[in-house]
């Protein structure tokens, strides 16, 4: 992925969807390139993360808090806390499907941002924004649907690339708090890519101390990427 070859654009300054009070900016491969697919990949292995149809990383003036962060799927062993995860959700079964559009999803996803993420912005997402957001037409994407027998109870949007798999999104049903969900996705995602033969999970961006990102620093071994590239997160 060349500068001479792909185009960046830098967005206008936004609230940050982590620290209401900062300013936030990213940098963008130009959406209209038609080599995206191809993009992907070696993005995700620079650190961009891809939401909708966009390619971007956080390029903030005063603040570096992002840091892309990937499981090592060959040395990845669940702790003690997964493990449990794992057994109360015995009863879930995980089928990987064809990403898109349906209303049954669509109503779950309703319901998860109604509840999860009040005022937000996302939270009155018709079928039109499920889509831009979730998928794209050039994106290697599947979906991890969790269900309890013919009842959907989450879905675990997945990019597959050479390089690893992409966790996108996670929705499930906010009645379902106390099955861990969110980690049950996480756990699913690594089990794909050890079954694939792929070395990576890439889970985005975690961010310290933060309470909706720090949980990932719990998927061990995990890499941060630095300036001095990706290496490992010191445990603590």
Known sequence: MRSDRVRLFQTLPHT??????RTAQNLVI???APQ?????GPALERGFRRAGGHLYYPYCSNCRAC?????DVAHFKADRSQRRCLKQNADVQVVE????YNAERHALYERYLRQRHPGGGMDEADASDFRRFLTAPWSPTLFLE???GSRLLGVAVTDVCLQGLSAVYTFYDPDETA??????????????AQRRGLPWVYLGFWIAGHPKMDYKRRFRPLQIRTSEGWVEMPEG
């Open 16 to 21: 940050c969807g982590y620290f209401a009070e």
């Open 30 to 32: 130009d959406p209209a």
């Open 36 to 40: 995206l697919d191809q993009l992907y």
């Open 67 to 71: 840091t892309p962060c990937r499981i």
């Open 97 to 100: 499907s064809m990403a898109g």
């Open 146 to 148: 969790f269900r309890q």
């Open 179 to 192: 099955r861990g969900l969110g980690t049950f996705a996480i756990l699913q995602q690594v089990a794909l």
